[in-house]
């Protein structure tokens, strides 16, 4: 059993909500998410997305393309993000790490090499905000032959046929956004997400994990009656902007211990 | 128009190995339902009658063809024709794209138009086009090519459009591009016309078809006052929309060379230029597989032309295609050639081409000398150049 099913099998048995942060790697500093990552899972953190900087991130709202800028500007590569897991795992970090970037990075590096150098480096799948499953052929083949699984996405734009044809295809989780719009932090959750989870969970027996938008406790625990697990991206990026320098590993890991309360 | 309808079917989304459709899965559905609206329309009679009777009556066209008969003197060699889309309404070959596909949004029951704009020339095109057919127009534009395009931005407001600027990355195209697709995630009921021959399927399919009216009528008006095809039709190529219309009616025609025209910039450093095919390989980027510029990591690359409008990383995939077949070729021309093109034809010609349409003006100046006075090129001057009169002034360090 790859290490995301085993995640959601414990969770599930255990009656509880993945929560999974989303850190940029090379965010606010080079070495950050070596720092953060480790205090996070000791905060309550079930699985990470790891975000890759991409210059042009053309779904993400505000916090998380300032995020990516910042994380270029710090001289941030995809080896880099590749060693970053390695060395999370060399640090005892058990939790499953997804890496999530836009397509271009991933096919210069090679989509063979890469699926094979993230899983030498202990990632467990991938995830391509810009990669629909009509173009993915080459990339989910190279990912099934190193053993990573590569993530899609249902929007509740997603039509039924192509929720129950992205459920055959999909492995490790579905990742369910949650409106339609860009990333970024919200204070309300749409009214509609409990019936678009419903409609994606009549389709499949995988996890459903839902993103963008999701930033305070009330919303996990509104989410989880619903889903699998949240991801938790701007708002955190928020809290670690909103830290003192010296300070923000700490306060990222009381804004997660937070989203348990 | 009949014309448009043998061209290849849309259905692949694939230009040889380039296109495609990499966007995110909030799109898809609204991606899926524009192909079939326009697949639907391309082949219903009714739509393209009342596109041409648009263009007739409300764009002008056909537009004029011209020898330009001194340029062709000063330059000792060539003769050298001018498709006239500077004199289409609006003043630019944009407006072809943004008749057309307005009126596809009015058949799909949009009623508030998105579009992205570099020059600004698109942007005025589609506030037109929403103002006649009563529809509500946002349109993204880079903070740093609304401080070079200002006419364009006020022209823009007056026809009831608001222009949203985008301060992120590099301020230009590719960042208004960026910003009107996360605008189209937030709201996939609106109806997203995409400028140039860029973009996911069946956008470069689409732009083409409409911009080929260029082509068509350039065919045509050619051969009525030379009795035979030109040797050269030359280009210039940002996005690509422009070239792909003129280029449509004459890559069946063996015997006529196709010659796009890049922006060379200030240098050959990434950074400093919009040459895609020189300075560029394929990759991925706003939704299609094509020549881009970027990094060894990927990273897209920032560009510069002294012309807002060819100064973008991508160039549309069936460009690509046509590079990669060897069935056009690409080349460059700088800020300065550009702005001593600029000059000459206004001063040899009496016009004053867009900047953009410079590019190309050069390449022909640069072609005819080595030509014999028996061949033909034909130019596209695919706009007109009042909006660039303030670049123009800046740099030739005069104070208006």
């Known amino acids: 059993m790859s290490r995301i099913a085993a995640t959601f099998a414990k969770l599930r048995a255990e ?15 080079r070495d950050s998410a070596i720092q953060l990552a480790p205090a996070l899972e000791a905060a309550g953190a079930d699985l990470f997305e790891l975000g890759v900087p991409f210059s042009d991130p053309l779904a993400d709202g505000a916090t998380i393309q300032r995020a990516s800028e910042r994380a270029l500007a710090n001289g941030t590569r995809l080896e880099q993000c590749i060693a970053t897991i390695a060395a999370l795992r060399e640090r005892g970090v058990n939790a499953p790490i997804v890496p999530m970037g836009y397509y271009n990075p991933f096919l210069q590096y090679g989509l063979d090499r890469l699926a094979r150098d993230l899983a030498g480096a202990g990632a467990d799948g991938l995830i391509i905000p810009d990669l629909p499953p009509e173009e993915a052929g080459a990339c989910h083949a190279a990912c099934r032959t190193h053993g990573i699984d590569l993530i899609f996405f249902v929007a509740p734009t997603t039509p039924d046929d192509r929720i129950a044809h992205i459920a055959t295809i999909g492995s490790g989780f579905i990742y369910c956004v949650s409106l339609t719009g860009v990333t970024g932090a919200r204070r309300e959750l749409w009214s509609g997400l409990p019936a678009f989870l419903k409609r994606v969970r009549h389709h499949t027996d995988l996890p459903l994990v839902v993103g963008f938008g999701i930033s305070s406790a009330a919303h996990v625990r509104d989410v989880g009656a619903h889903a699998d697990g949240v991801i938790v991206a701007s708002a955190l990026i928020n809290a670690i902007d909103q830290a003192p320098p010296d300070e923000y590993v700490a306060r990222a890991a009381d804004f997660v211990r937070g989203l348990r309360a | 128009m009949t014309s448009t309808l043998d061209q290849p079917a849309t259905i692949p989304g694939r230009f040889g190995p380039y296109g495609g459709k990499y966007i995110p899965e909030t799109l898809a559905p609204a991606v899926a339902a524009l192909e079939e609206a326009y697949a639907a329309a391309r082949h219903d009679p009714a739509f393209w009658a009342e596109l041409e009777q648009l263009q007739q009556s409300y764009t002008g066209r056909p537009t004029p063809l011209t020898f330009a008969r001194r340029l062709t003197e000063a330059c000792g060699g060539a003769q050298i024709y001018l498709k006239r889309e500077d004199l289409a309404h609006t003043g630019a070959h944009k407006i072809n794209n943004a008749l057309g596909q307005g009126l596809l949004a009015r058949r799909m029951g949009k009623t508030r138009v998105i579009a992205e704009t570099g020059a600004g020339q698109h942007g005025v095109a589609t506030a037109t086009v929403c103002a006649l057919l009563g529809m509500q127009c946002v349109v993204y534009m880079g903070t740093d090519d609304m401080a070079r395009q200002q006419p364009n931005v006020f022209r823009m407001r007056l026809l009831g459009a608001e222009v949203r600027g985008v301060a992120s990355g590099s301020r230009t195209l590719k960042d208004a591009i960026n910003e009107a697709m996360r605008d189209w995630v937030t709201n996939p009921d609106s109806y997203y016309l995409l400028g140039s021959a860029l973009g996911p399927h069946p956008y470069p399919t689409m732009v083409r078809d409409f911009q080929s009216v260029i082509g068509c009528e350039a065919h045509e008006q050619i051969r009525a006052a030379t009795g035979r095809l030109p040797d050269v039709v030359i ?8 070239a792909i219309g003129i280029f449509s009616a004459f890559v069946p025609e063996t015997g006529v060379a196709l010659r796009g025209v890049e922006a060379g910039g200030r240098g050959t450093t990434l950074g400093d230029h919009a040459a895609r095919f020189s300075g560029g390989r394929p990759g991925v980027l706003q939704g299609t597989y094509t020549y881009i510029l970027q990094n060894d990591e990927g990273q897209i690359g920032l560009t510069h032309s002294i012309s807002a409008g060819l100064d973008y990383a991508a160039v549309g995939p069936e460009h690509a295609l046509l590079h990669d077949q060897g069935r056009a070729t690409y080349t460059s021309v700088d800020d300065e050639e550009a702005l001593d093109a600029f000059q000459a034809l206004a001063r ?12 190309a ?33 800046d740099v030739l360090g005069v104070k208006l």
């Open chain 1, 15 to 29: 009656g509880r909500t993945a929560l999974m942060p989303y850190l940029m790697t090379g965010y606010p500093e």
């Open chain 2, 235 to 242: 280009a210039c190529v940002g996005g690509g929309s422009n």
């Open chain 2, 348 to 359: 040899l010609e009496g016009i004053i081409p867009a900047l953009e349409s410079a590019h």
């Open chain 2, 361 to 393: 003006v050069a390449e022909a100046m640069k072609l005819a000398p080595a030509m014999r006075p028996d061949q033909l090129i034909l130019v596209n001057l695919s706009g007109r150049g009042d909006k660039d009169i303030f670049t123009v002034a």
